[in-house]
């Protein structure tokens, strides 16, 4: 996917991204202070925002190869079993009940197929949403906040998925969140982004490490505890020492 000059203007914000690449498979991150056009820039990427200008060569990636994983889940007025096949329904891809029940089992609901999607708690419907997302196999997963106030258990099961997925189907995720910890563990390249534009981008540990960027360095600051010559959270979740940063 390569974006060039893409503008989009919400209000008093505008967004405009010069150049952006991302064409190899692998998780990539978005990071950046509140209103800095994160989630503006996913939503063009999955196409359910359009720019006001520029173009965007999607690389033959379709509307069928993408799926969108938003903060707040949605779930139809239906049972588990019906909300995780709605993907594979719309596309017209063959339903395998094995495959099926193998996503039902992988978060417990293999014994809850038949129960009404939306008694489900908030965090079993984030699971659930996750399957839907995912069950189609799909070539690009954007993930907006979509693992925000999980508890630990779910967010390492969630974190764990997506590496297994993206390895098992070569494809590209990207990742919004503030979690710096899960960023660091999941997120091969990071764009940074502030006021509406790519201010830095670079491999998730040298990014980290090298860039001399001041709003990257409070945002790291602010959201991970990170200072020159102080600490930051390592890719195993663990705080790595950096003498000079």
Request: glycine fraction near 6%.
């Amino acid at each position: 996917m390569i974006f060039n000059e893409v503008q989009k203007k919400l209000g008093d914000f505008s967004l405009y991204i010069k150049d952006l690449i991302i064409s190899e498979p692998g998780v990539y991150g978005i990071i950046g202070p509140n209103g800095s056009g994160k989630s503006t820039l996913a939503k063009i990427i999955a196409g359910l925002l359009a720019p006001d200008s520029g173009s965007i060569n999607t690389e033959g990636l379709s509307m069928r190869d993408i799926t969108f994983l938003g903060r707040k889940p949605y779930m139809m007025e239906d049972t588990v079993y019906n909300n995780l096949i709605y993907p594979l329904d719309i596309r017209k891809i063959k339903l395998d009940t094995d495959i099926i029940n193998e996503y039902l089992d992988r978060m417990n609901f293999l014994k809850r197929s038949k129960q009404r999607a939306k008694s489900l708690s908030g965090g079993e419907q984030q699971k659930l949403s996750f399957l839907r997302a995912i069950i189609f196999k799909p070539k690009l997963v954007i993930a907006d906040e979509a693992m925000t106030a999980m508890d630990m258990d779910s967010l390492d099961l969630f974190e764990r998925t997506i590496i297994e997925e993206q390895k098992k189907e070569n494809s590209i995720w990207i990742i919004i969140s503030h979690q710096m910890p899960h960023i660091t563990r999941v997120c091969d390249y990071l764009f940074f982004m502030y006021d509406g534009k790519i201010e830095t981008q670079g491999k998730t540990q040298e990014l980290f490490s090298k860039s001399d960027n001041p709003h990257l360095e409070n945002y790291l600051r602010t959201y991970s505890g990170h200072q020159k010559n102080g600490t930051h959270p390592a890719q195993d979740g663990t705080i790595k020492i950096y003498n000079q940063i």
